[in-house]
C-alpha cells in the first residue's frame, strides 16, 4: 500500500519466531519515531520535532505563521517612509533606522519559526518569509537611499554605458579597467538587457541587483539543500542561515555576483545527480548516477561558459570544487566529463581572450602561490587603530563566520549522514584558494562566501538538530535567526570604512553629472578616492587620476603638497586636469586615514593654489580645475 512503508528492523525487536520484515503504517508512526528505530549509521539528517498535528499548540503557531509574514513586509514597508539617511554616523543605517523596521525583523523570523514547527507548512510558505528576508537585507538600502550608493557598482554602470556607445570595452592604461575588457560576459549580459527593454541605462535597476540576485540564487539554493537531506524545514532553514551570514557584500552589482549564482547552479545541477550511499527517510534519496547524458553535460556547459567569460576566480574556483567532488570513485561518471570540460573552456579562454592578461600578470600570480600565510590573512583589520565602528564590526563578522563553521564541523563531526554526502567536499574545496593568490587582499572572504552554501546547511543541522530536552528544541531556533539577523545588519548597514561613504546624495551626483557634461575630451578626472558617483563615465575619452590607489610616497606627498603631486601624476598628459572633492571621500578620508590630511585641510590648500580654480559648487561637491603650467611658474 502507498501509505506504508517497509523498515528491516533489528532482530531484537521482532516477536520470536518472525522472520519476515515488519510493515509499519506511516499514519501512526512520527518521522522522528522512524529515524530513532532505525540503526544510528543509518539515519538521515532530521530536523527537531514539529509539534503534533491538531493540537492547540500546532494551530496557534500555524495560524501566527500565515499572520505574521504580510505583517512583517508591511511593517517594514511602512518604516522606511522617512529614513533621515542625511542622519546617519558611524554606524551607517543601523543608527538611523526606526524601530519599526526591528519590530519587522523580530516578526518575520519569529513568524519562520513557527513555520518552521510545523511539518505540514508549504514550500510557498517558507519561499515567502526567505524572500521576504532578502528583501529586507537586500532591498532597504537602495529604498532608503533612493539611488544607486555603491562607488563599485556605478563603475560597473559605467562600463555598460561605454560597451553599449563603443562596441567593446576599451583597454587602457589600468589594470582594474583591463579586467574588465578580457571578462566582459557580465557587461555584455547587461548590454542586452538594456537595449532589449529601450531604458536609457543600467543605472536604473543597478541598485536592485543585489536583492534580484540573492532572489535567484534561492530555487538552486534549495536544490542543492535538498540533495543533502529530504527535510524540507531543514532545506528552508538553511537557506535562511546561509543569507543572514552572507555578509561580505559581494552580493551588489558586480560580475562576481553573476558568477557566484551561476557557480551554486552549476553544483546544484551536478550534485543533485550525483549516486548517494545510502538512501533513508531523514536523507536525499539516491540520485540517478551513471554517465549523464549529451544534453545534460551541453546545458551545464553552457552555464560554466558564462562563468568563463565573466568572471577570473569563479571559474577556478569551480574547477577546485568539481575536483574534488570527483575524488569518490562513485561520482566520476557523472562530475568527470563537466570537470574536464570546465577545464578545456577555461584554458581556451585564457590562452585567447585572457592571453594579455595572464602575460602581464604572471610573475606576480606565481609569486601569489608562494605566500599562502600571507594570502589568508590579507584584508584583516588591525584593530589596534581601528575605531569603535571598525571593531563592532570586525568582530561582529568573525562571530558569524566563526560561529557557522564551528556548527558545521561539529554537525560533520556528530552527524555521520553528513559525512557521507558531498558536503564536507563543497566546505573543504574553497580553502585551497588561499594557498593561490591574496586577490587585492579579498580571498579570505571570497573562500568564505563560495564555501558558505555547504557550511550554512550544516550549521543548521546542528542548530535543528533533535534535542531530548523540549525547552532547550523550542528555544535554539527562535533565539539564533534572530540574532543572526541582526548580525548581518551591522556587518552589511555599517560601513567600516565611514558611513557617509556609504551613499551619494543628490548633490554628490549633481557635481559628478556636471563634470562629465562640461569635459571635454582628452580632460582627465582625479579625486582623492575613488568615492565619486560615475567616476569612470566615458573612461575611453577621460583617463582618471585617485590618489588613493597610489604609491605610499604619492598619498604623503599630496598631504602637504597637492599641487605639485598633482602636476606628477598627470605629467604628459593632454587636456585639462578636473579634481572633484565631495562628502563620501570626505567620509572615507575621516574613517580610514588613507591620506594622511583631513578633507578640510586639503581644500583649503587647494582653495590658496592659484593653480586650482572652482569651477562648480554645491553643498556636497566641490570640482576645481587645475592648472599644472601655474604650478610650475609659482616654484
Not at 562596441?167 to 542586452?192: C, I, K, S, T
Not at 539554493?221 to 557584500?249: D, E, K, M, P, Q
Not at 557557480?263 to 550534485?271: C, D, E, G, K, S
Request: proline residues 7%; contains cysteine.
Amino acid at each position: 500500500m502507498t501509505n506504508e512503508l517497509t523498515l528491516l528492523l533489528p532482530q531484537h525487536e521482532l516477536n520470536a519466531g518472525r522472520k519476515r520484515p515488519a510493515v509499519i503504517d506511516r499514519l501512526h508512526m512520527k518521522p522522528e519515531d522512524r529515524q530513532r528505530i532505525l540503526p544510528p549509521q543509518q539515519r538521515g539528517v532530521a530536523f527537531s520535532p514539529a509539534a503534533p498535528n491538531g493540537s492547540r499548540e500546532n494551530r496557534s503557531m500555524r495560524l501566527f505563521a500565515y499572520v505574521a509574514l504580510p505583517a512583517a513586509v508591511a511593517t517594514w514597508l511602512l518604516s522606511l517612509r522617512n529614513v533621515n539617511v542625511e542622519g546617519m554616523g558611524v554606524y551607517g543605517l543601523v543608527e538611523v533606522l526606526p524601530i519599526s523596521f526591528w519590530v519587522a525583523a523580530a516578526l518575520l523570523a519569529f513568524g519562520f519559526c513557527a513555520a518552521l514547527s510545523d511539518r505540514r507548512t508549504r514550500d510557498r510558505l517558507y519561499a515567502g518569509y526567505v524572500l521576504a528576508l532578502i528583501a529586507m537585507l537586500h532591498a532597504t538600502a537602495p529604498i532608503a537611499y533612493g539611488r544607486l550608493s555603491d562607488n563599485w557598482a556605478w563603475k560597473h554602470v559605467s562600463m555598460i554605458d561605454v560597451l553599449l556607445r563603443v562596441g567593446e570595452l576599451p583597454v587602457v592604461d589600468d589594470r582594474g579597467l583591463d579586467l574588465y575588457h578580457h571578462w566582459p560576459g557580465f557587461f555584455a549580459l547587461n548590454a542586452v538587457v538594456v537595449e532589449a527593454t529601450g531604458i536609457d541605462s543600467a543605472l536604473s535597476y543597478a541598485a536592485w541587483g543585489s536583492a534580484v540576485a540573492d532572489a535567484l540564487l534561492l530555487a538552486p539554493l534549495i536544490i542543492l539543500y535538498r540533495s543533502f537531506s529530504r527535510s524540507r524545514r531543514l532545506s528552508w532553514a538553511a537557506a535562511w542561515v546561509f543569507y543572514t551570514c552572507l555578509w561580505v557584500t559581494q552580493d551588489y552589482f558586480a560580475p562576481q555576483t553573476l558568477t557566484f549564482l551561476l557557480y551554486v547552479t552549476v553544483l546544484a545541477i551536478v550534485v543533485r545527480r550525483l549516486p548517494h550511499s545510502r538512501q533513508t527517510p531523514g536523507g536525499a534519496g539516491g540520485a540517478a548516477g551513471g554517465r549523464p547524458s549529451i544534453r545534460w553535460m551541453l546545458l551545464v556547459l553552457c552555464i560554466v561558459a558564462a562563468i568563463t567569460c565573466s568572471h577570473p576566480l569563479t571559474p577556478v574556483m569551480l574547477i577546485i570544487t568539481l575536483a574534488a567532488l570527483a575524488l569518490p570513485r562513485r561520482n566520476r561518471p557523472t562530475v568527470l566529463p563537466i570537470l574536464v570540460g570546465t577545464v578545456a573552456l577555461n584554458v581556451a579562454w585564457g590562452l585567447t581572450v585572457a592571453r594579455p592578461f595572464f602575460s602581464a600578470n604572471a610573475q606576480e600570480m606565481i609569486q601569489g602561490v608562494t605566500q599562502p600565510e600571507s594570502n589568508a590573512s590579507a584584508g584583516l583589520l588591525d584593530l589596534a587603530g581601528a575605531t569603535d565602528a571598525q571593531v563592532l564590526v570586525a568582530w561582529t563578522d568573525r562571530a558569524l563566520s566563526g560561529t557557522v563553521w564551528v556548527l558545521a564541523a561539529a554537525a560533520l563531526l556528530l552527524r555521520p549522514s553528513l559525512r557521507r554526502t558531498p558536503l564536507p567536499l563543497l566546505a573543504g574545496a574553497p580553502l585551497v584558494l588561499l594557498a593561490l593568490n591574496s586577490y587585492d587582499g579579498e580571498m579570505l572572504f571570497r573562500a568564505y562566501m563560495f564555501s558558505l552554501p555547504a557550511m550554512a546547511f550544516g550549521a543548521t543541522a546542528m542548530l535543528a538538530a533533535p534535542r531530548p530536552r523540549r525547552v532547550a528544541r523550542r528555544l535554539v531556533l527562535p533565539v539564533a535567526l534572530p540574532v543572526l539577523f541582526a548580525g548581518f545588519t551591522i556587518c552589511y548597514f555599517c560601513n567600516p570604512d565611514g558611513a557617509t561613504a556609504l551613499y551619494f546624495t543628490r548633490s554628490e551626483v549633481a557635481a559628478s553629472r556636471w563634470l562629465f557634461d562640461h569635459a571635454p575630451r582628452g580632460a582627465v578626472v582625479t579625486a582623492v578616492t575613488e568615492d565619486v558617483p560615475a567616476g569612470y563615465t566615458d573612461y575611453d575619452l577621460h583617463p582618471s587620476v585617485w590618489i588613493e590607489l597610489q604609491e605610499e610616497p604619492d598619498k604623503e606627498r599630496f598631504a602637504t603638497d597637492p599641487a605639485g603631486t598633482l602636476a606628477s601624476l598627470v605629467a604628459g598628459r593632454e587636456g585639462p586636469v578636473y579634481l572633484m572633492l565631495n562628502r563620501a571621500q570626505e567620509g572615507r578620508i575621516r574613517a580610514t586615514g588613507l591620506i594622511p590630511a583631513s578633507m578640510p585641510k586639503i581644500d583649503g590648500m587647494l582653495a590658496d593654489h592659484p593653480a586650482f580654480r572652482v569651477v562648480f559648487q554645491n553643498k556636497d561637491a566641490k570640482i576645481y580645475l587645475f592648472t599644472p603650467a601655474e604650478t610650475q611658474e609659482n616654484r
